[in-house]
């Protein structure tokens, strides 16, 4: 066998600088310097030139006017006339009229009423022969001063009035209790001598359902009997309440 020689593995020639690329690169390092230069040279300038002085006014006053001349007549100063205000007219007040005085009218003396005949000493028109004084009109013969008859004498106005004596709870109607109802009933009523409820009921504040109940309740109450000043029993008018209420 022949034995190969080993091969020279040659590097590629380096490119050489021809005269046109040497060229131009001078003139770019030329460029670079002159712009690098004219730089620092507006630097300095900015900062070494003096700031310029401001410039100053002069204000020069005029010369006052000359004198006038010896024997020339001085003008006065003119004055800026005032404008004349009028003044307004006075209007007159008027006069206040004064009434004349009229003298007071002197009514006469009426003439004294003619005596009217007196009747019975402290009587009274109308009166009735023998009564007695501070009696009532239309009251009899024999009654007593201050006495109202047999008329029932409301309650307020008596001296001793009914006293409740024995009190009969009325009857709670079945219809009311069902329903669940409660109320309150006021009857007017005469309380006789006997401490007795009338048979005459009125009932002057009414709950229909409830009203029969406590008529019939207040008829079986027991009263003692109301008084005047003098200890006498007299009829008396009474108002009584009656409440129905479920427990």
């Given at each position: 066998?022949?034995?190969?020689?080993?091969?020279?593995?040659?590097?590629?020639?380096?490119?050489?600088?021809?005269?046109?690329?040497?060229?131009?690169?001078?003139?770019?390092?030329?460029?670079?310097?002159?712009?690098?230069?004219?730089?620092?040279?507006?630097?300095?300038?900015?900062?070494?030139?003096?700031?310029?002085?401001?410039?100053?006014?002069?204000?020069?006053?005029?010369?006052?006017?000359?004198?006038?001349?010896?024997?020339?007549?001085?003008?006065?100063?003119?004055?800026?006339?005032?404008?004349?205000?009028?003044?307004?007219?006075?209007?007159?007040?008027?006069q206040r009229l004064i009434a004349p005085h009229k003298p007071k009218r002197v009514v006469p003396p009426s003439p004294a009423p003619?005596?009217?005949?007196?009747?019975?000493?402290?009587?009274?028109?109308?009166?009735?022969?023998?009564?007695?004084?501070?009696?009532?009109?239309?009251?009899?013969?024999?009654?007593?001063?201050?006495?109202?008859?047999?008329?029932?004498?409301?309650?307020?106005?008596?001296?001793?009035?009914?006293?409740?004596?024995?009190?009969?709870?009325?009857?709670?109607?079945?219809?009311?209790?069902?329903?669940?109802?409660?109320?309150?009933?006021?009857?007017?009523?005469?309380?006789?001598?006997?401490?007795?409820?009338?048979?005459?009921?009125?009932?002057?504040?009414?709950?229909?359902?409830?009203?029969?109940a406590a008529v019939d309740a207040l008829r079986k109450w027991r009263f003692e009997p109301g008084r005047d000043r003098d200890g006498?029993?007299?009829?008396?008018?009474?108002?009584?309440?009656?409440?129905?209420?479920?427990?």
């Amino acid at each position: 066998m022949v034995n190969a020689e080993p091969r020279r593995i040659l590097a590629p020639p380096l490119p050489s600088l021809t005269p046109r690329r040497g060229t131009a690169w001078a003139v770019s390092v030329a460029a670079h310097v002159a712009a690098l230069g004219l730089g620092i040279w507006l630097i300095e300038r900015t900062v070494t030139s003096p700031h310029p002085e401001p410039e100053r006014m002069i204000y020069v006053e005029p010369a006052p006017p000359p004198p006038p001349p010896v024997g020339a007549p001085v003008s006065a100063p003119v004055v800026p006339q005032q404008p004349v205000v009028e003044r307004p007219k006075e209007i007159p007040q008027p006069q206040r009229l004064i009434a004349p005085h009229k003298p007071k009218r002197v009514v006469p003396p009426s003439p004294a009423p003619a005596a009217v005949p007196r009747g019975d000493p402290e009587g009274s028109v109308g009166g009735i022969v023998d009564g007695v004084v501070g009696g009532e009109a239309g009251g009899e013969v024999g009654g007593v001063v201050g006495g109202h008859g047999d008329a029932p004498i409301p309650a307020d106005r008596v001296e001793h009035p009914p006293i409740v004596v024995s009190r009969i709870l009325p009857e709670y109607p079945s219809m009311a209790r069902a329903r669940s109802l409660e109320g309150r009933v006021v009857l007017r009523a005469v309380v006789d001598r006997d401490g007795h409820v009338e048979e005459a009921v009125t009932v002057i504040e009414s709950v229909p359902m409830f009203d029969g109940a406590a008529v019939d309740a207040l008829r079986k109450w027991r009263f003692e009997p109301g008084r005047d000043r003098d200890g006498k029993t007299v009829r008396v008018l009474v108002d009584v309440p009656i409440r129905f209420q479920l427990r």
